[in-house]
């Protein structure tokens, strides 16, 4: 039975690991969703990760841990950068500007011959497991539950409902914006990495538009009023394509068609409750 459920695990690794790697992103859509902000570059955040994260580990040989704490802090170092600036946008700029970004990246990892160019990188060893992508994923989840329950939480949800009401209030809307966009990056930045040393191959079109929709998918799916909605909707897209397997190619369809129908009939996700708070 052992070797059985051995060889299910085998074969269904890389999808096991999608799974979490995915439910990390969808926490890191939903760090910038919460605050209200619609922002579309969590997939460029993600490749600065991988590629990040491919170097360190291809060219210095560095631990692990040391390739995931980079990974982390130079999408968010980018963040700071470009966050003051975009930040002040709302709405479908803020989107097309974050996209913007994410473009201008896979341009340049395309001309980058160091990086691999157009063939992108291969031979990344495989060091990311099931117990990293989870734990990590626990670890994630479980914070976000308890920012989102305290007082934190509820300045978040007061800027999502009305931001210039939130400012009367007296909370520092643009702290908390920066603040969600960074630990977004990092976020991101980390399940790319992590997306690199299990997949053992990066490429610049896997951060393009259609993941930065993918990405925006598991969270507008799965709600963001609480975290479990991005984790939920990141679990739910992963598992359809193999669920639909002779229409995988028309996954960025399904995608997008599940966005339009959830914001229509369940605007508030399948998860759309109240996050009871402590304080």
Do not use: C
Not at 90 to 105: C, D, N, P, R
Not at 131 to 159: D, K, P, T
Not at 177 to 198: M, P, R
Request: charged share 10%.
């Amino acid at each position: 039975m052992f070797d059985a459920l051995d060889d299910l695990l085998w074969a269904y690794q890389d999808l096991f690991y999608g799974l979490g790697v995915n439910a990390i992103l969808g926490l890191s859509m939903y760090a910038v969703l919460a605050l209200g902000q619609l922002s579309l570059g969590q997939a460029a955040f993600m490749g600065i990760g991988a590629y990040v994260g491919a170097v360190v580990t291809l060219k210095l040989g560095a631990p692990f841990i040391l390739t995931l704490l980079a990974a982390a802090v130079v999408p968010a170092l980018a963040a700071i950068l470009i966050g003051r600036p975009t930040l002040r946008l709302t709405g479908v700029y803020l989107a097309i500007a974050t996209i913007g970004l994410g473009e201008v990246l896979r341009i340049v990892y395309l001309n980058t011959a160091p990086l691999g160019g157009a063939l992108g990188l291969s031979g990344i060893p495989n060091k990311a497991n099931g117990w990293i992508i989870y734990g990590l994923l626990a670890l994630f989840l479980g914070v976000s539950l308890s920012i989102v329950r305290s007082r934190i939480g509820r300045s978040m949800e007061a800027i999502r409902e009305d931001e210039d009401a939130a400012r009367v209030m007296g909370i520092d809307v643009d702290s908390y914006k920066l603040n969600g966009l960074v630990l977004s990056a990092a976020l991101a930045g980390l399940a790319g990495a992590l997306n690199a040393h299990y997949s053992s191959f990066i490429s610049p079109n896997e951060y393009g538009f259609e993941a930065a929709v993918s990405i925006l998918s598991f969270a507008v799916l799965g709600g963001v009023t609480t975290p479990l909605g991005a984790v939920s909707g990141a679990f739910l897209l992963t598992l359809l394509p193999e669920v639909l397997r002779p229409l995988h190619d028309l996954r960025g369809i399904f995608n997008g068609l599940i966005i339009v129908l959830v914001v229509i009939f369940l605007p508030k996700g399948i998860l759309g409750f109240r996050v009871r708070r402590t304080g």
